[in-house]
Nanobody
């Protein structure tokens, strides 16, 4: 079992920045992939970015490329999502999740999830 706790969400104006954190505990593994997803009201949960614990491999959704950066601190068992130039359409609950797969952008392939953190971007 893996426990995930997100933090760092909040209210920000368009063009601003936020850094989300996801602290992992429990049966973590260096072979895991950590992902960030988001879900806006009335919409499906969608992939944002992912990173492997044991390598520099990262992947991003097209809308996140150039604005969002995923990173990790292995010593702290924490994954971060730096979000810059935020737009109102980035408003959503952001979730981190864990999978044992090498890479995946499908929410169905992530068995462990955090509780989410709200990000609201005002225009």
């Amino acid at each position: 079992q893996v426990q995930l706790v997100e933090s760092g969400g909040g209210l920000v104006q368009a063009g601003g920045s936020l850094r989300l954190s996801c602290a992992a505990s429990g049966r973590t593994s260096s072979s895991y992939t950590m992902g960030w997803f988001r879900q806006a009201p009335g919409k499906e949960r969608e992939f944002v970015a992912a990173i492997r614990w044991s390598s520099s491999y990262t992947s991003y959704a097209d809308y996140a490329k150039g604005r969002f950066t995923i990173s990790r601190d292995n010593a702290k068992n924490t994954v971060y999502l730096e979000m810059n130039n935020l737009k109102p359409e980035d408003t959503a609950v952001y979730y981190c999740a864990v999978t044992s797969l090498i890479q995946s952008s499908s929410r169905y392939e992530y068995p462990y999830w955090g509780q989410g953190t709200q990000v609201t971007v005002s225009s």
